[in-house]
Nanobody, 127 residues
Framework: QVQLVESGGGLVQAGGSLRLSCAASGRTFSHSAMAWFRQAPGREREFVAA??????AYADSVKGRFTISRDNAKNTVYLQMNSLRPEDTAVYYCAADQGGYYRGSAYYRIPTTYDYWGQGTQVTVSS
């Protein structure tokens, strides 16, 4: 059974940092895209960052502040979040696809691309 388990969320003041982790089990994702999305109350789930092999993409709203990385040996993807803002408050979800050839950056920004999802971790940034 495939599982993605996020951790590292919490409450932080504006300007602070958090590091999210997503540990995968049940299969290896070394040849898959792995991504982070977030969803604030009353809003749609939105793309944050994705990693496919050495190719990385970020949403404009987090570029320069967030960094996605992965450790394929540990089957884990991370999201380092710096200079946090109140508008970053959301539930953050980890996602992974089945793998395959690279389909272009736009493809990996779409939630329906992904086959596996974690349960989410809450990030709250106070002003």
């Amino acid at each position: 059974q495939v599982q993605l388990v996020e951790s590292g969320g919490g409450l932080v003041q504006a300007g602070g940092s958090l590091r999210l982790s997503c540990a995968a089990s049940g299969r290896t994702f070394s040849h898959s895209a792995m991504a982070w999305f977030r969803q604030a109350p009353g809003r749609e789930r939105e793309f944050v960052a994705a990693s496919w092999s050495v190719i990385i993409a970020y949403a404009d709203s987090v570029k320069g502040r967030f960094t996605i990385s992965r450790d394929n040996a540990k089957n884990t993807v991370y999201l380092q979040m710096n200079s946090l803002r109140p508008e970053d408050t959301a539930v953050y979800y980890c996602a992974a696809d089945q793998g395959g050839y690279y389909r272009g950056s736009a493809y990996y920004r779409i939630p329906t691309t992904y086959d596996y999802w974690g349960q989410g971790t809450q990030v709250t940034v106070s002003s």
